[in-house]
């Protein structure tokens, strides 16, 4: 019964290459984001998607793209992998509450190899 | 824009002792606060949250304090065990945004 899932756990490539992570959350959330944790454990916001609009978007490069094909999923897709791109990609969903809370479920994370 | 900040990347304790881990966000209008536990090779997992209209809250063995005056959130940890080591973060989210910002972590070691 996982919350949030990604796959794969490892993903090993060369330079160059495009890959795609994939997320899925069966909590019925309206909101799902993607971060990328580095070496140092710092946890940086990527996107996220709300009713299937991009809300936040920092400043990534263009060759990652999110995609939501419906609610339950949002895909990571990477083009031209770079060194610097290897991380930990963690995705996470939420639900807007009337009281306003925020509370984030994060999947297992991915570790991404890029050499 | 928000930026916080732990004030120590590592916390070492003795088993059965309590545990304080403390955080600093800057943006004044951050109205939700987050600690989240993260052992090794998995995701972050929610410990415990707190509204700005609230300076304290409780769960099981962890308090939560929020100074709004300082800008200052602490996690408190009763009876530390050895399960409970982990990388700790706090998170922030305020201004009407969706998204959380997440401080640097603490790692908290526990020592038997």
């Known amino acids: 019964d996982t919350a949030v899932s990604q796959t794969p756990k490892y993903l090993v490539t060369q330079m160059g290459n495009d890959k795609s992570i994939k997320c899925e959350q069966n909590l019925g959330h309206d909101t799902m984001y993607w971060y990328k944790q580095d070496s140092k454990k710092f946890l940086k916001i990527m996107f996220s998607y709300n009713n299937k609009e991009l809300i936040i978007n920092e400043t990534v490069p263009n060759r990652f793209s999110p995609k939501s094909p419906d609610k339950a999923h949002l895909n990571l897709h990477i083009n031209s992998l770079e060194l610097g791109d290897s991380a930990v990609y963690f995705c996470a969903s939420s639900q807007r509450s009337q009281r306003g809370t925020r509370t984030q479920y994060f999947g297992p994370g991915t570790r991404l190899t890029v050499l | 824009g928000e930026s916080v900040g732990l004030h120590l990347p590592t916390l070492s304790v003795q088993e059965g002792d309590n545990s304080i881990i403390n955080c600093a966000y800057s943006?004044?209008?951050?109205?939700?606060f987050i600690w989240y536990k993260q052992e090794s090779g998995k995701g972050p997992q929610f410990i415990i949250d707190?509204?700005?209209?609230?300076d304290k809250r409780q769960g099981q063995r962890v308090t939560v304090l929020l100074n709004k005056t300082v800008k200052h959130l602490s996690l408190q940890i009763a009876a530390t065990q050895p399960g409970d080591s982990a990388v700790y973060f706090c998170a922030v989210a305020g201004g009407g945004a969706d998204g959380l910002t997440f401080g640097k972590g603490t790692h908290l070691i526990i020592q038997p």
């Open positions: 943006n004044s209008a951050s109205d939700y």
């Open positions: 707190i509204r700005s209209n609230m």
